[in-house]
């Protein structure tokens, strides 16, 4: 008999929380699909750096297991308190408890089962996609095909259990500490509001937001330096942000007791009172809705800049076909050469040298003017700390300031199908990478920049290239000074590069060949008698930051798509995240109104006598879910605003993606109610039937 009435409860449970299960059901499919990429043999063999995506992915798989927890628990509990009555009746017909518990954690097992069959279905179809979306990013042909591995099914039905099991028992352990009155009363304690100290309380609000702006004042003048002060920041945020419900809560109840204006226009006194009423009950739950949303928000924008910079920057970064790099200035790249021409069809190879006149006057204004570096290599008077730049041998730009004679450079230019330049015979010209052009100009003005070979006096600046030119080490590290080839003939050779031009696509293992050279890259020291240096340095990999890549050894079509592998690991957690995070604030809120559809019912019956017609109440039906649903997302939206728009000007600035600050919190916006919306809609339509039932 408990099997029957299991199942025909678990029938009227899935029909009554059909969001819940739903979503359930797709998160079930997610946490699959994502999982199948931590054991997916073809993902482990594409890349050497195939473990970083294991590891961001089983690092956001636990705060999905951990979110995942919360809302089965929720539910569970909040499933026990409307059957409360239920279960009291159970007991005055002679169940015992233990028997009324093992038929709850039946029907809740069912009902999980339930969601996990269509979700593993669901979950190989998303799989799929999942797996065409990531070698699409890496450009890597993907053919359709089904990968079941045990252990990512094993993986995925221990989390999925798991936080069913753990929900279940903690509720297991409240049936057994009920009895009659309480399951009796319960649903009606639930609804009781106590109103204590509301006049104090509703000073919560302006002081909450008043930390707010606070907090903002800080992150947008960059005050959060260090670890700390970021681990402060969130915990005060948090914290804030319970306590702004609180406050509103507080704030509203003391507004309808005072009879503010407002309340007199349309039905705005019974919108405050169910409102208030419901953040008085609900304010923690609105809090962690607020954090979730925060927190989708800012994965789902952190996914938009990756992509972003994918899209924007990375077929600059590497424009020439191989690049090679030798600290030994004479060298020919014979090895390199022959490796090259037996697995692939060179159009042209050109070897070249980029030189020094062991000054170092550009890479120490650089150091201490770029915000990169910040205040790091200077003294307290200003000049620069050469001692602490020596000590911590920063490899960002080499020892010497970097040169390339004209010809070279024009040489390169054509390779890369760029107008070549002239110069006079007393300029100089600085290629530098365009994001360091935009915030700081014209830099060497003033700098006694070189000879000229026929008077000996410095040269002068002719102007700025900043097209893309590999100068990620390579050609210099952010910049190199262009001069002409007499001058460049009194230099001293610093090191050997190989541009190549291929025909056709690289082999996938083409840089791995190269590096598989035995190479002599590692940094050679060398006598600088005229500098008074004891040694030189002459690799180094540029002042980028949050994506950088430098190798000895750069054939385009194996980097782009290992880098792009690489953030990928970023893009796909953040929005694997940022999804589960909202589907699951979402359907509690689904939830929480849906079950108070009937609780409501009366309410508007009331309504409905006192004159309102049926379109007057589905207008106020569609405002009271509006404000509900709108609170936490626009309060979560505000905050996160600020958050991303400071993470974007910063993402930028140091990336060189030419992107409005607002784009990224746009678009995660637009996303974010494009799944809100479908919720709302289904809350709504469900919600204006369960009011329309008795009418």
Not at 627 to 639: D, E, H, K, N, R
Not at 664 to 687: N, P, S
Request: hydrophobic letters at 45%; proline letters at 2%.
């Amino acid at each position: 008999m408990n099997r029957r009435l299991a199942v025909r409860n678990v029938m009227g449970l899935a029909k009554d929380y059909l969001v819940y299960f739903l979503t359930m059901t797709f998160v079930m499919a997610l946490m699959f699909a994502f999982n199948s990429i931590l054991f997916s043999k073809d993902v482990q063999n594409m890349f050497e750096v195939a473990g970083a995506m294991a590891a961001m992915v089983g690092f956001a798989t636990f705060f999905v297991v951990l979110i995942v927890a919360w809302l089965i628990h929720y539910m569970v509990r909040f499933i026990m308190e409307k059957r409360s009555r239920e279960f009291g009746i159970y007991l005055l017909i002679g169940m015992k408890k233990k028997e009324i518990a093992g038929l709850y954690m039946r029907e809740n097992l069912l009902l999980g089962i339930g969601a996990f069959l269509p979700g593993m279905g669901l979950g190989i179809l998303i799989q799929q996609i999942l797996m065409s979306v990531l070698y699409g990013m890496i450009q890597v042909n993907y053919h359709l095909h089904l990968e079941m591995n045990r252990y990512c099914v094993l993986m995925t039905v221990a989390c999925y259990g798991g936080c069913y099991l753990l929900a279940l028992f903690r509720c297991r352990r409240k049936f057994r500490k009920m009895n009659i009155h309480d399951l009796m009363e319960a649903q009606r304690k639930n609804e009781e509001i106590v109103e204590k100290h509301e006049g104090a309380k509703r000073w919560l609000l302006p002081l909450s937001l008043l930390f707010l702006v606070v907090f903002g004042v800080l992150l947008l003048q960059g005050w959060l330096l260090n670890a700390g002060s970021i681990l402060v920041f969130l915990v005060g945020l948090v914290l804030v942000i319970y306590l702004f419900y609180t406050g509103l809560s507080a704030w509203l109840i003391c507004y309808v007791r005072k009879k503010g204006k407002a309340i007199y226009r349309g039905q705005n006194l019974f919108l405050m009172r169910q409102f208030s009423s419901k953040l008085k009950s609900m304010r923690f739950t609105m809090g962690t809705l607020t954090s979730l949303f925060t927190i989708a928000f800012l994965g789902c924008s952190a996914a938009m800049m990756f992509s972003d910079y994918q899209d924007q920057i990375l077929q600059d970064k590497f424009p020439f076909d191989v690049h090679a790099y030798s600290s030994d200035a004479a060298d020919d790249f014979a090895e390199e050469l022959k490796v090259i021409e037996n697995h692939t069809t060179v159009k042209e190879s050109y070897v070249y040298s980029i030189y020094t006149d062991k000054t170092t006057q550009v890479n120490h204004w650089l150091y201490t003017h770029l915000q990169y570096f910040g205040d790091k290599y200077l003294k307290a008077d200003g000049t620069v700390d050469k001692e602490k730049l020596k000590e911590e041998q920063d490899q960002s730009y080499c020892s010497f300031d970097t040169f390339m004679g004209l010809s070279d450079y024009n040489h390169l230019r054509k390779m890369l199908g760029y107008d070549p330049v002239h110069l006079e015979d007393d300029a100089y010209l600085v290629h530098v990478k365009e994001r360091i052009y935009q915030e700081v100009g014209e830099f060497t003005k003033g700098m006694k920049i070189a000879e000229n070979a026929n008077d000996g006096t410095p040269l002068r600046l002719a102007g700025y290239q900043t097209e893309p030119f590999s100068q990620d080490g390579h050609n210099g590290g952010d910049y190199v000074i262009v001069v002409p080839d007499r001058v460049i003939q009194k230099m001293t050779p610093f090191y050997a590069e190989l541009a190549v031009d291929i025909k056709g696509k690289a082999p996938a293992d083409l840089q791995r060949r190269l590096e598989n050279i035995e190479d002599d890259a590692e940094s050679v020291d060398y006598k600088g008698e005229a500098s008074g240096e004891s040694e030189w340095r002459n690799w180094c990999f540029g002042s980028d930051t949050v994506v950088t890549y430098a190798a000895y050894y750069v054939v385009r079509d194996n980097a782009i798509p290992e880098i792009r592998y690489i953030l990928s690991t970023v893009i796909f957690p953040a929005f694997y995240i940022g999804l589960v995070f909202v589907c699951v604030a979402l359907t509690v809120l689904t939830v929480q109104q849906l079950s108070d559809a009937s609780k409501y019912r009366f309410r508007y019956e009331v309504l409905g006598k006192l004159g309102l017609g049926m379109k007057e109440i589905s207008r106020l039906i569609f405002k009271q879910l509006g404000v509900y649903y709108l609170c936490p997302a626009l309060f979560a939206a505000g905050i996160s605003g600020v958050i991303i728009v400071y993470i974007s000007r910063k993402f930028i600035f140091y990336t060189g993606v030419k992107t409005s600050v607002l784009q990224y919190f746009g678009i995660a916006f637009l996303l974010f109610f494009g799944v809100y919306a479908i919720y709302f809609a289904v809350t709504y339509i469900g919600f204006k039937r369960s009011v329309e039932e008795r009418r």
